[in-house]
T-cell receptor, first 112, second 112 residues
Framework: KQEVTQIPAALSVPEGENLVLNCSFT??????LQWFRQDPGKGLTSLLL?????REQTSGRLNASLDKSSGRSTLYIAASQPGDSATYLC???????????FGTGTRLQVTL | NAGVTQTPKFQVLKTGQSMTLQCAQD?????MSWYRQDPGMGLRLIHY???????DQGEVPNGYNVSRSTTEDFPLRLLSAAPSQTSVYFC???????????FGQGTRLTVV
């Protein structure tokens, strides 16, 4: 059974700092990995999708990497801003019928 | 672009009542799924569908029914609500295979 872990569970950084969020998974037989952002009381917004054959994806200040063989992904946020404050979730897709398995998220707070 | 639309956004039920959570997508996605999100447990898969007329159980299907009569709609039925079903429910859709998943804004359900 696939298990996804995100460390740390919570993180507080001052504005402007670069930061890394971690995601690990137990079964390397995945199709892809997706990073989401969730604001309090809101839905999930897709940030980046990395296919299993890719090493990284970039969107603006966000860069996600994938090391499938070691079961790890990182989300790098450059020059953090207070508007980046949210919970970040990673999910891996694998197994039958496109199932997503989620981690429990990292709650990020960027302070002024 | 409507994307994935869930209704209602909030609902309070009494124990034993039944209700249907609605989910509709306008992207012609084959794959649709329902998740519940509980504190500290991440999102867990309830039911999913790979196309009209085809549904299957996820990780936590007990107490829920689904049907898929059209590509666009995937309603989730609570047969007899229990306090343990108090949660936030998310509907998602995607093309099958390695495609990106899109989520609705969620339905916050409280069973008293």
């Amino acid at each position: 059974k696939q298990e996804v872990t995100q460390i740390p569970a919570a993180l507080s950084v001052p504005e402007g700092e670069n930061l890394v969020l971690n995601c690990s998974f137990t079964d390397s037989a995945i199709y892809n990995l997706q990073w989401f952002r969730q604001d309090p009381g809101k839905g999930l917004t897709s940030l980046l999708l990395i296919q299993s054959s890719q090493r990284e994806q970039t969107s603006g200040r966000l860069n996600a990497s994938l090391d499938k063989s070691s079961g790890r992904s990182t989300l790098y946020i450059a020059a953090s801003q207070p508007g980046d404050s949210a919970t970040y979730l990673c999910a891996v897709k694998g197994g039958t019928a496109s199932k997503l398995t989620f981690g429990t998220g990292t709650r990020l707070q960027v302070t002024l | 672009n409507a994307g994935v639309t869930q209704t209602p956004k909030f609902q309070v039920l009494k124990t034993g009542q039944s209700m249907t959570l609605q989910c509709a997508q306008d992207m012609n996605h084959e794959y649709m799924s329902w998740y519940r999100q509980d504190p500290g447990m991440g999102l867990r898969l309830i039911h999913y569908s790979v196309g009209a007329g085809i549904t299957d159980q996820g990780e936590v299907p007990n107490g829920y029914n689904v049907s898929r009569s059209t590509t666009e709609d995937f309603p989730l039925r609570l047969l007899s609500a229990a306090p343990s079903q108090t949660s936030v429910y998310f509907c998602a859709s995607s093309y099958t295979g390695r495609a990106e998943a899109f989520f609705g804004q969620g339905t916050r359900l409280t069973v008293v």
